[in-house]
């Protein structure tokens, strides 16, 4: 049986739904960050990140992060991909943990292209007004 949200060549690779609650009013749009904690290299590696989501939202539904979706913006990860990556830890390596990070931010984004995860960041810093998170974990 195909996992559902296992990454590229591992399954469908479909996103997972996603809902949430307590946006602080001043929230001008919201990103959403997922990235491997447990990957053995320096730093955790980013699968996906969205920005330009509306605060008036409450959720995405599944399947829903990819290119094209409305009312998204998709950066590049670590890959220069776009789009929903899902798991896809070392066979053997163990359990990874997944972390989805969802960012209210105080102003809205602007990019001429995707940007990669570096300019993102930066483009964030200092518009961070609450942050939340979800916690998975996957193992081959």
């Known amino acids: 049986m195909p996992l559902p949200s296992a990454g590229i060549g591992l399954g469908e690779n ?7 609650s307590g946006i602080p009013p001043e929230a001008a749009e919201l990103a959403l960050i997922m990235e491997d904690l447990d990957v053995p290299l320096p730093r955790p590696i980013v699968h996906t990140f969205v920005y330009g989501i509306s605060p008036d939202r409450r959720g995405i539904e599944e399947g829903a992060l990819k290119v094209g979706s409305k009312d998204l913006g998709f950066g590049k990860n670590l890959l220069g991909m776009q789009g929903y990556v899902g798991p896809g830890p070392i066979p053997g390596h163990g359990p990874h943990r997944y972390v989805f990070h969802l960012l209210a931010l105080k ?24 942050h939340g998170h979800l916690v998975g974990v996957y193992e081959r």
């Open 107 to 130: 102003r809205q984004t602007r990019f001429q292209s995707p940007p990669g995860l570096k300019a993102f960041w930066k483009e964030i810093s200092g518009t961070v007004i609450a």
């Open 14 to 20: 479909i996103s997972p739904p996603f809902t949430w």
